[in-house]
């Protein structure tokens, strides 16, 4: 098969490569880079360059910083490469000094707002709020196409706080996502529904709506959101509050009232005067304390929530009684919920949730940059313990990352082996030695996984309810005797790689669970 030389490729072909780096992102991720590849493309050869300048596509990506404003004439011939594409915005402060943050962002504003009607996409990321306040006040009129609005501020900023308002003629009708990061204060949340009718995605990271500002009045938010029709994803972020007390009583009852509680869930229909958000799927809570979470769980019921997701999440004090109170609220408000997902949780909180919320609510527990080892200990555990009926394993997924290799050490022994390598320092062959011994380990590290996750499935043989999937992904080796007794044990079985960059340095188990038995 013979080849083409890239000289050779047409305009067209051409055209979609470029377009699938610059515009797709697919060689690169940062916006401001993606336009400095622009520029390189066009600066290869003539061809590239008339291709680069005729390809309106390419020029529909917007990058301004305002240390470095283009001048009008720049400006006008980008605006007219660009055609009648829609317009990827990204505005950021980059070098400017504080003191001139608010002139050069009026004067980008005065360059975008006469092509407000092609915007598609607009994120805002400036280091004072009162400049994205003033910013965001220049916004007028229908940006009939614009799908993203991406608002942040620095929050060690010393301005004081300015509440953004968004101008009354400012409407999107095709906005999806709202995202809005260190905005302390949103006017007009009750209006939210009349501007962006068909927002499905909502960020408030740090930043609140004025009507339900804090955690003390997540239950006022709710009534905003009842109107958004389409909201499917919710991901929230709190300020740092002192810790709320004034619930502990209801977690108390929740908690205990939920102890012998096997009944099915009620319908959502059936629990009284709670906001009803009916298509939300999606709940992200970030740094959110879990009194915090069981308040907002209290304010509203969701029937088609399938996940929730739970980032540095705080058990505080009482993880386990937390947790109690948090499955008899899930139980009762979300009854389509399929999977709890924990992000850098803390152990005890990890082994707490893996001890309760898989005991019924939900079937699927998610843990990212979990300690595999003691998970799968746990999990082992529990799978030969008799007594009441409960959820049996059905199928598991590790994650064990090269950065976060399985079978690590606890604190305590590190410590300890530090304080011998110190009174070793003046061995000439204590480097040596301590290269072997991490060669030892990395070797006992690849051979340890493959029986612990064999034990675990060994265990949910012998208690009648065997594994119907197992997929590890590691570098680690699967010793052929353990690979074989898989393939013939375990319908569904993979050992392999990890295959994005992400999964390779982090440490994460995926449990499902089948029905009580």
Same mark, same amino acid.
């Given at each position: 098969?013979?080849?083409? @030389? /890239?000289?050779?490729?047409?305009?067209?072909?051409?055209?979609?490569?470029?377009?699938?780096?610059?515009?797709?992102?697919?060689?690169?991720?940062?916006?401001?880079?993606?336009?400095?590849?622009?520029?390189?493309?066009?600066?290869?050869?003539?061809?590239?360059?008339? /291709?680069?300048?005729?390809? $309106? =596509?390419?020029? $529909?990506?917007?990058?301004?910083?305002?240390?470095?404003?283009?001048?009008?004439?720049?400006?006008?011939?980008?605006?007219?490469?660009?055609?009648?594409?829609?317009?990827?915005?990204?505005?950021?402060?980059?070098?400017?000094?504080?003191?001139?943050? @608010?002139?050069?962002?009026?004067?980008?504003?005065?360059?975008?707002?006469?092509?407000?009607?092609?915007?598609?996409?607009?994120?805002?990321?400036?280091?004072?709020?009162?400049? /994205?306040?003033?910013?965001?006040?220049?916004?007028?009129?229908?940006?009939?196409?614009?799908?993203?609005?991406?608002?942040?501020?620095?929050?060690?900023?010393? $301005?004081?706080?300015?509440?953004?308002?968004?101008d009354p003629g400012f409407v999107a009708p095709?906005?999806?996502?709202?995202?809005?990061?260190?905005?302390?204060?949103?006017?007009?949340? @009750?209006?939210?529904?009349?501007?962006?009718?068909?927002?499905?995605?909502?960020?408030?990271?740090?930043?609140?709506?004025?009507?339900?500002?804090?955690?003390?009045?997540?239950?006022?938010?709710?009534?905003?959101?009842?109107? =958004?029709?389409?909201?499917? =994803?919710?991901?929230?972020?709190?300020?740092?509050?002192?810790?709320d007390d004034e619930d502990e009583d209801e977690d108390e009852a929740e908690a205990d009232s939920d102890e012998e509680d096997e009944s099915p869930a009620p319908s959502p229909s059936s629990v009284p005067y709670l906001p009803y958000l009916p298509t939300l799927s999606k709940l992200v809570l970030h740094n959110t304390p879990l009194p915090a979470l069981n308040k907002l769980l209290r304010a509203f019921t969701a029937p088609a929530l399938s996940t929730l997701e739970l980032v540095s999440c705080d058990p505080a004090d009482g993880a386990a009684?937390?947790?109690? $109170?948090?499955?008899?609220?899930?139980?009762?408000?979300?009854?389509?919920?399929?999977?709890?997902?924990?992000?850098?949780?803390?152990?005890?909180?990890?082994?707490?949730?893996?001890?309760l919320m898989a005991d019924g609510v939900p079937p699927r527990l998610e843990l990212e940059e979990a300690d595999v080892d003691k998970v799968l200990a746990f999990v082992t555990k529990r799978a030969v313990q008799g007594g009441r009926p409960r959820p049996r394993l059905r199928s598991l997924e590790v994650r064990v990352g090269e950065a976060a290799r399985f079978g690590r050490k606890d604190e305590d022994e590190e410590d300890e082996d530090e304080d011998d390598d110190e009174e070793d320092d003046e061995d000439e062959d204590a480097d040596e030695e301590a290269e072997e011994k991490e060669k030892e380990n990395g070797k006992e590290e690849k051979n340890t996984l493959a029986p612990a996750i064999r034990k675990l499935a060994e265990a949910c043989t012998a208690a009648h309810h065997p594994l119907e999937s197992i997929i590890a992904h590691t570098k680690a080796e699967c010793p052929e005797g353990d690979r074989t007794w898989f393939e013939k044990n375990v319908p569904k079985f993979s050992w392999a790689p990890p295959t994005d960059s992400r999964a390779a340095y982090l440490n994460s188990v995926t449990l499902e669970y089948g029905p009580k038995a």
């Open positions: 098969m013979g080849t083409t @030389k /890239v000289a050779n490729l047409p305009p067209n072909v051409l055209r979609e490569i470029f377009a699938r780096g610059a515009i797709y992102g697919m060689t690169v991720d940062d916006k401001a880079e993606r336009v400095q590849l622009r520029a390189t493309l066009s600066a290869v050869c003539r061809q590239w360059r008339d /291709v680069v300048t005729n390809a $309106s =596509l390419l020029w $529909s990506l917007v990058y301004i910083s305002l240390g470095r404003l283009p001048s009008r004439e720049a400006w006008d011939l980008h605006m007219t490469r660009s055609g009648t594409q829609g317009l990827d915005i990204t505005v950021r402060a980059g070098s400017v000094a504080l003191e001139q943050e @608010k002139s050069q962002a009026l004067r980008a504003m005065a360059l975008l707002l006469p092509h407000i009607k092609r915007w598609k996409l607009i994120h805002l990321s400036l280091q004072d709020i009162v400049v /994205v306040r003033d910013a965001v006040a220049q916004w007028k009129g229908a940006a009939d196409v614009l799908d993203e609005i991406f608002l942040s501020s620095e929050p060690d900023c010393e $301005s004081d706080s300015a509440a953004v308002t968004l095709q906005l999806r996502v709202f995202a809005l990061y260190d905005i302390p204060v949103v006017r007009g949340g @009750k209006d939210l529904h009349l501007r962006f009718p068909a927002l499905d995605e909502l960020s408030l990271v740090r930043s609140t709506f004025e009507e339900a500002p804090g955690v003390a009045n997540w239950a006022r938010l709710m009534p905003l959101l009842v109107k =958004l029709k389409h909201l499917r =994803l919710l991901n929230l972020c709190p300020e740092d509050e002192d810790e009684r937390q947790l109690r $109170s948090t499955r008899a609220l899930l139980r009762r408000g979300f009854p389509a919920l399929h999977t709890l997902r924990f992000e850098n949780a803390p152990r005890a909180l990890t082994l707490a949730a893996m001890r």
